[in-house]
């Protein structure tokens, strides 16, 4: 399975303020996820990244607050824009195995608190 | 409304006991997957299932999915201290986007 690693691992943050999550796959990866996992939560998609193309985001969700890039078939960052108390989360960056589209694979994930 | 319904949310046993977590919708599934995250870690993969009706097993956890490919279930036997975790079920629809819609989760605390 590929290996996923974020940076940073955790942060916190004061309000108003960004910050940026970058996500290295040690394989290339056609497919990749952003989810928000709140605190005692479940996951929750944020964004689809494919690279060459737009982030395609999920209802709720909208490009000025996370914006995403993703330059290669290796790399992505999510930024969280003018953060607010509300955005403290876990963020983890996913990816599609492309030996098996079937199954995904998460990164360790961000663990963000906002002041 | 919860695509993925999961139950039970919360599962506090004594070692040794056996359990069943379930995942239901009413929607069917092109493949549903379980995760198992522990704190400060990102959600492990633990199986993947496909065909409805397919039983999986994973040494002391076997995992079935529906034959309408709607629902699936994780039955642990014997639970010990180390399957302590939050365990979650996720599914990809059988048509349309391919990121996984995840269930609301079951914390299992197994008691030594």
């Known amino acids: 399975s590929a290996v996923i690693s974020q940076k940073p691992s955790r942060d916190i943050c004061q309000r108003g303020t960004s910050l940026t999550i970058q996500c290295q796959v040690d394989s290339q990866v056609t497919m990749m996820f952003w989810y928000r996992q709140q605190p005692g939560q479940s996951l929750t998609l944020i964004a689809t990244a494919n690279q060459g193309s737009e982030a395609t985001y999920e209802s709720g969700f909208v490009i000025d607050k996370f914006p995403i890039s993703r330059p290669n078939l290796t790399f992505s960052t999510l930024t969280v824009s003018n953060m607010s108390p509300e955005d403290s989360s876990i963020y983890l960056c996913?990816?599609?195995?492309?030996?098996?589209?079937?199954?995904?694979?998460f990164g360790p994930g961000t663990r963000l608190t906002v002041l | 409304t919860q695509l993925l319904e999961q139950s039970p949310q919360f599962l506090s046993i004594q070692e040794g006991e056996n359990l069943t977590v379930y995942c239901n919708s009413s929607s069917v599934f092109s493949s549903l997957q379980w995760y198992r995250q522990e704190p400060g870690e990102g959600p492990v993969l633990l199986v993947t299932v496909v065909t409805g009706g397919e039983v999986k097993k994973l040494k002391r956890l076997t995992f079935q999915f529906g034959d309408a490919r709607k629902d699936s279930s994780l039955h642990i036997t014997a639970a010990q201290p180390g399957d302590t975790g939050l365990y979650l079920c996720a599914a990809r629809r059988a048509t349309g986007r391919r990121a996984l819609t995840f269930g609301s989760g079951t914390r299992l605390q197994v008691q030594p």
């Open positions: 996913s990816v599609e195995d492309d030996r098996s589209v079937f199954e995904q694979f």
